[in-house]
């Protein structure tokens, strides 16, 4: 079965340091793509960064980075320079690849609802 | 401007009674899916479809089912609505193309409050 952990249901930081926000996963699949999203306080979900399994480069997008060590099955999200507009929840997801008579769906971690402070 | 649109944003509905959510997405998506998220808990997936008329069951669909008749609309039914149906359902879409590399696009959510 799919599974998505993350470990920190909250998390703070300073305004301008670099924050970690964990993310493991679990699938018997070898094709596989893990997703980061944002849900400020106004509850949209915003689409930060993607990483596909067989990715050799780790994702980056801006800020954002994703570290991802397959062999641990971890995919963290690092937030470099943290902003206030930064505080939000973020959400883990996972889409394993088509399989033969089957279609992929798309999972989520409970979250980690993340402060920065000035 | 890419668009998934939920028909409430706040509902308040009665025991027993069934519900409808509505979900509409202009971007031809063959994906689309329905999530409820509860503090703590996340997002958890209830339903999805890859297809016209078709769904897949996904990780809590006990007292929700679905119906996808047109490729741009996605419902979620509720056949006799409970107290512990109280949450906040997200309906979102996805383009298949074959890989795993297709982002989801996200309604606004629905509050649906059973009193």
């Known amino acids: 079965a799919q599974k998505i952990t993350q470990t920190q249901p909250g998390m703070f930081v300073q305004e301008k340091e670099a924050v970690t926000l964990d993310c493991t996963y679990d699938t018997s699949d070898q094709s596989y793509g893990l997703f980061w999203y944002k849900q400020p306080s106004s509850g949209e979900m915003i689409f930060l960064i993607y990483q596909g399994s067989y990715d050799e480069q780790n994702a980056t997008e801006g800020r954002y980075s994703l570290n991802f060590q397959k062999a641990r099955k971890s995919a963290n999200l690092v937030i470099s320079a943290s902003q206030l507009g930064d505080s939000a929840m973020y959400f883990c997801a996972m889409r394993e690849g088509v399989t033969a008579g089957g279609y992929n769906k798309l999972i989520f971690g409970a979250g980690t609802r993340l402060a920065v402070h000035p | 401007d890419v668009k998934v649109t939920q028909s409430s944003r706040y509902l308040v509905k009665r025991t027993g009674e069934k519900v409808f959510l509505e979900c509409v997405q202009d971007m031809d998506h063959e994906n689309m899916f329905w999530y409820r998220q509860d503090p703590g808990l996340g997002l958890r997936l209830i339903y999805f479809s890859y297809d016209v008329k078709m769904k897949e069951k996904g990780d809590i669909p006990e007292g929700y089912s679905v119906s996808r008749e047109k490729k741009e609309r996605f419902s979620l039914i509720l056949e006799s609505a409970s107290t512990n149906q109280t949450s906040m359902y997200l309906c979102?879409?996805?383009?298949?193309?074959?890989?795993?590399?297709?982002?989801?696009?996200f309604g606004q959510g629905t509050r649906l409050t059973v009193v």
């Open positions: 979102a879409s996805t383009k298949e193309i074959g890989g795993t590399n297709t982002e989801a696009f």
